[in-house]
């Protein structure tokens, strides 16, 4: 069985570019979360994905926006960077009718200089 | 909303002695409380969890009890290894929310 996956591994962008992040959800599970993850801190609901349709947001701003496609796969999609938004990006996914259970994949490292 | 706090955030034990991590949350309204052990440069993975219907729950050295009146949940690990070595953090939310809250996390050093 499949794990969550995520890419790229690494990204390196300028303050106020955009940035595309992507998750691949664990076999089944059709719910996926996103986090940010800033350094020494515990990670932070960005938004849920549930049915390609936004379930549930965090206190982010509305340039952190997502997607999710008919295989449950899903996107992050950060525009104007700042130096701020420089953190791991953390995917988690989560199997029907148990999406507080979440497994989270290896996360990106963004780094906005 | 919901409110995680975690203590104390750098813990370094024997290895072979126990370890315990606190957390308080402050809705009553949760009522599922994962842990999760981060490696160095991996994510989060689920070692076990607890739902507000059971005060205690053990997997071989791994425990975790839950005060709901206190709004308490700890997890104890038994004969701790240097592999037990990372990062622990606990997390609260509502089996019908989508926001999970996590604690600023533990970090746990095992001596050899």
């Known amino acids: 069985e499949t794990g969550v996956t995520q890419s790229p591994t690494h990204l390196i962008k300028t303050r106020g570019q955009q940035v595309t992040l992507r998750c691949s959800s664990q076999?089944?599970?059709?719910?996926v979360s996103w986090y940010q993850q800033a350094l020494g801190q515990g990670p932070q609901f960005i938004f849920q994905?549930?049915?390609?349709?936004?379930?549930g947001r965090g206190n982010f701003p509305p340039r952190f926006s997502g997607l999710q496609f008919p295989n449950y796969s899903s996107e992050l999609n950060v525009n104007a960077l700042e130096l701020d938004d420089s953190a791991l990006y953390l995917c988690?996914?989560?199997?029907?009718?148990?999406?507080?259970?979440?497994?989270f994949g290896p996360g990106t490292r963004l780094t906005v200089t | 909303g919901e409110n995680v706090e975690q203590h104390p955030s750098t813990l370094s034990v024997q290895e072979g002695d126990s370890a315990v991590i606190k957390c308080t949350y402050s809705?009553?309204?949760?009522?599922?409380f994962p842990w999760y052990k981060q490696e160095l440069g991996k994510g989060p993975q689920l070692i076990i969890d607890?739902?507000?219907?059971?005060g205690e729950k053990k997997d071989q050295r791994i425990a975790v009890t839950l005060n709901k009146t206190a709004k308490h949940f700890s997890l104890h690990i038994t004969e701790t290894q240097p592999e037990d070595s990372a990062v622990y953090f606990c997390?609260?939310?509502?089996?019908?929310?989508?926001?999970?809250?996590f604690g600023a996390g533990t970090r746990l050093t095992v001596k050899p």
């Open positions: 994905y549930y049915r390609e349709e936004e379930n």
């Open positions: 809705d009553s309204a949760s009522n599922y």
């Open positions: 076999s089944g599970h059709n719910t």
């Open positions: 607890i739902r507000s219907n059971v």
């Open positions: 997390a609260a939310t509502n089996y019908n929310n989508n926001d999970m809250r």
């Open positions: 988690a996914s989560s199997l029907p009718g148990r999406r507080y259970e979440q497994y």
